[in-house]
C-alpha cells in the first residue's frame, strides 16, 4: 500500500539504513518501522485466533482490508493548541497502521493533557485508574501521556511512582516524535520518559490528521513569554517561536489546495507573533499575506493578549474581506489593581478604551473573552470592577474560571488567597451576568440575511444543519448534507439566545 503524507515521499524511506538524523525525515523511518512491526504482530495474532476475539469478526476483516493492524484512541483536554497537536499525532497514529475507535477499549491510548487548572489535572489521573483496568484485560495495549501537565517535573514523578502501566510519556515540544518514542517502548520493554525543557525546534512537514475536511487549525508560533502571574503556560509550553510566514502560507496553501475553505491562526498571543523571527513581521503583515490565498474563505485567530492588540491589526481586519467579525479579548479581570498583580499590563481604562475603538472601527464585531475570579487579594471592589467591564464591554460571551493555584506560578504564593466560599459567590454573579448581557446580544443580527459556513449535520433535527456565521455564532437551517463546508446565504429568521434558527434563502 502506497501511504502519501503532504509532499513527503514516505514510500521511498529505507527502513534498513541507520535512521536518519535530520526531521522529519527521522520520524518518517520510525512511522514505517512502526508499521511493519505492528503489521507482523497483527498477523500474528490473526493466526492465534487472539486477533479475532480482539475485534471480532466484522471489525476484523475491515481491518484486512484497509491495511489496519490495531486500533488507537485519543484524548485531548485542554485549549485549541492541544487539538491541533491531537491532529498531529493522530495522523502518526494512522500512518503507523492504526485506525481510530472511539472508546478507550483500543491498542494504542494517547491522553493529550493540560494543566492551566488544577481540574485538569484531576481529571487525568481518575480516567488513568479506568486504564489500568482495562490494560489488565489487554496486556497489549500502549497508554502515552503527553501535554502541558507531563511538563511538570512532579506530575511525572508521581506517573512513574503510582502509574507503572503507562508506557509512554512524552511533553510539549517532542509531540513530533510519537513514532520513534513508541518505536523505544517496543524495544526496550520499559517506560520511556522523554520530557524537554524547552526547545527551538520547529519541526515542518510531519503529517497532520484534520477533524473536519472544511477547516483546520493552523500554528503560527509555539510558546508565551508573558508571565500572567497566574498562568503556568509559559512554563510548559516554553518562550515564543514563531513560525516562518513562508511556511506558513505554503501550509494553508496545501489546506486550500485540499478542500479547506477555514482557517483559525493558532498561538498563546498572536498579537506578538513575528518579533523573534530573523527577519520581524508584524501579525497584522501576516494576516495580509493569508487574505491573498485564492480559494481561502475565512480567517479566525486565537489568541490576542490586549497589550498588544495594535491599530494596524484593527485597520487590517476592518479591510479584510476575509478575517472573521470575531474578537477573543481575554480581560482576566476589571481591577486595575489585580491586572497589575496578576502582569497583564494593562489598565481597566485601556482595556475599556480598546474596546471602545475596536467597536467602532468594527461595529458588527463579536467580542468575546475570558475571566479569572478570586485571584489572590480580590476584593469586593475588584469583583465589582469586573461586573462594570463586563457591563461596559457587552461581551457575547466569556469564559469564566475559577482562579485555581499552580505550583511553581508567582501568585501561588501570593497572601490573601479568596476564602472558596466568597469566589463561588463572586463566580456565580459574574455567570449571570455574563449570561443576560449574551442572551441580549447575541441576537442583535436577527431578520437579516447572513453567509454561513454549514459545518454539520444538526444532532437535533432531522434535515437540518449547523453552521456558524462569521461573529462565530452557531446556526441552525434545514439543508443538504452536500453543503456542509461551502458558505451559504441564510435568512436568521429566530434567535434563541445563543444560536439562530434559519432559513436558507
Ligand atoms: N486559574 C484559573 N484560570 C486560569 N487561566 C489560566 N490560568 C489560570 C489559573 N491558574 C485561564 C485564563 C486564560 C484561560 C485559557 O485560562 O483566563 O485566558
Ligand atoms: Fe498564560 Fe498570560 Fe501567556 Fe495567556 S498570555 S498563555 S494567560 S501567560
Redesign the pocket.
Known amino acids: 500500500m502506497i501511504i502519501k503524507i503532504g509532499s513527503y515521499e514516505f514510500d521511498s524511506v529505507k527502513i534498513e539504513a541507520e535512521a536518519p538524523k535530520e526531521e522529519p525525515a527521522r520520524q518518517y523511518y520510525f512511522i514505517k518501522i512502526c508499521r511493519s512491526m505492528l503489521k507482523a504482530k497483527f498477523e500474528q495474532d490473526v493466526a492465534l485466533g487472539s486477533a479475532l476475539k480482539r475485534y471480532g469478526e466484522e471489525n476484523l476483516e475491515m481491518m484486512e482490508k484497509n491495511g489496519w493492524y490495531g486500533t488507537f484512541h485519543i484524548q485531548t483536554f485542554g485549549?485549541q493548541m492541544n487539538s491541533r497537536d491531537s491532529e498531529k499525532l493522530d495522523a502518526v497514529l494512522r500512518a503507523c497502521g492504526f485506525y481510530e475507535t472511539d472508546t478507550e477499549q483500543a491498542d494504542f491510548v494517547l491522553y493529550n493533557t493540560c494543566t492551566?487548572?488544577e481540574n485538569a489535572n484531576l481529571k487525568v489521573y481518575g480516567r488513568l485508574g479506568v486504564l489500568n483496568t482495562l490494560k489488565k484485560k489487554n496486556p497489549d495495549m500502549t497508554i502515552a501521556l503527553c501535554g502541558c501537565m507531563m511538563q511538570e517535573e512532579e506530575v511525572v514523578a508521581k506517573i512513574k511512582k503510582s502509574y507503572r502501566f503507562v508506557d509512554i510519556i512524552f511533553g510539549t515540544h517532542n509531540i513530533f516524535k510519537l513514532a520513534e518514542l513508541w518505536y523505544n517502548r517496543l524495544i526496550q520493554q520499559s517506560m520511556v520518559v522523554d520530557i524537554w525543557k524547552g526547545t527551538d525546534q520547529i519541526v515542518e512537514e510531519l503529517p497532520s490528521e484534520r477533524k473536519y475536511p472544511f477547516k483546520s487549525g493552523v500554528n503560527i508560533m509555539f510558546g508565551c513569554n508573558n508571565f500572567c502571574s497566574?498562568?503556568?503556560?509559559p512554563y510548559v509550553r516554553g518562550r515564543e517561536r514563531s513560525r516562518n510566514p513562508q511556511d506558513i502560507i505554503n501550509e494553508i496553501k496545501r489546506l486550500v489546495a485540499d478542500g479547506v475553505v477555514e482557517i483559525m491562526l493558532l498561538g498563546q498571543n498572536v498579537n506578538s507573533y513575528g518579533k523573534t523571527l530573523e527577519n520581524p513581521i508584524s501579525f497584522a503583515s501576516l494576516l495580509k499575506q493569508v487574505e491573498e490565498i485564492e480559494g481561502l474563505e475565512r480567517i479566525r485567530f486565537m489568541?490576542s493578549h490586549p497589550k498588544d492588540l495594535s491599530d494596524e491589526l484593527i485597520q487590517v481586519m476592518k479591510d479584510s474581506k476575509k478575517i472573521c467579525r470575531h474578537l477573543h479579548l481575554?480581560l482576566?479581570s476589571g481591577s486595575t489593581r489585580i491586572l497589575k498583580a496578576m502582569n497583564r499590563r494593562y489598565t481597566k481604562e485601556q482595556f475599556l478604551a480598546l474596546a471602545d475603538k475596536i467597536k467602532k472601527a468594527i461595529p458588527d464585531i463579536s467580542l468575546t473573552t475570558?475571566?479569572?475570579v478570586g485571584f489572590p487579594g480580590e476584593t469586593e471592589e475588584d469583583f465589582e470592577d469586573t461586573l462594570d467591564v463586563v457591563r461596559q464591554v457587552r461581551f457575547d460571551s466569556a469564559?469564566t474560571?475559577?482562579?485555581?493555584?499552580?505550583t511553581g506560578?508567582p501568585a501561588a504564593v501570593m497572601e490573601n488567597q479568596v476564602p472558596e466560599a466568597v469566589v463561588k459567590d463572586r463566580f456565580d454573579r459574574l455567570l449571570k451576568e455574563v449570561q443576560n448581557i449574551s442572551a441580549q446580544v447575541c441576537g442583535r443580527d436577527v431578520h437579516t440575511v447572513q453567509q454561513v459556513l454549514a459545518e454539520e449535520i444538526d444532532s437535533h433535527e432531522e434535515g437540518w444543519l449547523s453552521g456558524r456565521l462569521s461573529n462565530n455564532t452557531i446556526v441552525h437551517f434545514k439543508g443538504d448534507p452536500s453543503l456542509i463546508g461551502t458558505l451559504v446565504t441564510v435568512y436568521l429568521e429566530e434567535s434563541r439566545g445563543f444560536y439562530y434558527m434559519g432559513t436558507l434563502s
Do not use: A, E, G, H
Open positions: 485549549c492551566v487548572r497566574y498562568c503556568i503556560v489568541t481575554p482576566q475570558d475571566i479569572i469564559f474560571f475559577i482562579y485555581s493555584k499552580r506560578t
